[in-house]
């Protein structure tokens, strides 16, 4: 079975920096995604790591330990239209590979 | 990125008629494609799993009788909720991965349906 954790929401200020958290329980894991949604739109693909480290792709950075089972994205430099649910998910690298998400985190940011 | 076109993007229709929502990749052929569903404020939930001129795989608790997905073809899905009920009244989802394309799936719009 697979069972993936994140926060329910989280509020952070303009211009700070905020991470957010994702552990997760798979069978036969291959690779961590991090997806953006905005309320009533399609999510769209952030990042993906398959191997332990960070990497970095502009202001947002995702971290995977597989020994540990977690997974961060890290945000920098927040601006307002950051605000949406970030959906952490597990899946492999193969087209056949289903992909399975957590039950995502609200991110609201404040002036 | 990669478009995959999802339509109708809204839908009304009433208890106990059929709805057939496509779903198609515009620019590559996509080998899978997944349906899912998603509730207000929740998670996306997949409903299933197809494969070009094969049958689907369902997800533990999904009606295959109830939501019949045909993939005939490497650039078009097809979900079609049958009898629809108030409570199937959701956000449904496609989304497409490749060959080629082996790290992130493209998502369709999404078609939020209602059910009166």
């Known amino acids: 079975g697979q069972n993936i954790d994140q926060p329910t929401e989280m509020t952070a200020t303009e211009g700070a920096i905020v991470q957010i958290n994702c552990t997760y329980q798979?069978?036969?894991?291959?690779?961590l995604f991090w997806y953006q949604q905005h309320a009533g739109e399609a999510p769209t693909f952030l990042s993906y790591?398959?191997?332990?480290g960070l990497e970095e792709k502009g202001r947002f950075s995702s971290f995977l330990s597989r020994s540990k089972g977690y997974s961060y994205l890290l945000l920098k430099e927040l601006q307002m239209k950051d605000s949406a649910s970030y959906l952490c998910?597990?899946?492999?690298?193969?087209?056949?590979?289903?992909?399975?998400f957590g039950s995502g985190t609200r991110l609201s940011i404040r002036p | 990125g990669a478009v995959v076109s999802q339509h109708p993007s809204r839908v009304i229709c009433k208890s106990g008629t059929s709805v057939k929502i496509e779903c198609r990749s515009l620019?590559?052929?996509?080998?899978?494609m997944f349906w899912y569903r998603q509730f207000p404020k929740q998670s996306l939930m997949l409903m299933a799993t197809?494969?070009?001129?094969?049958?689907?795989?369902?997800e533990q608790g999904v009606e295959k009788d109830k939501f019949l997905i045909n993939h005939a073809s490497l650039t078009l899905s097809t979900l079609t909720v049958t009898s629809a009920h108030p409570e199937d009244s959701s956000f449904y989802i496609c989304?497409?991965?490749?060959?080629?394309?082996?790290?992130?799936?493209?998502f369709g719009q999404g078609t939020r349906l209602t059910v009166v």
């Open positions: 197809s494969n070009e001129g094969s049958k689907a795989t369902y």
């Open positions: 790591n398959v191997l332990d």
């Open positions: 620019d590559f052929q996509a080998t899978t």
């Open positions: 998910a597990s899946g492999g690298y193969s087209s056949a590979s289903k992909i399975i």
């Open positions: 989304s497409a991965r490749g060959e080629g394309r082996v790290t992130e799936a493209f």
């Open positions: 798979t069978s036969g894991f291959n690779g």
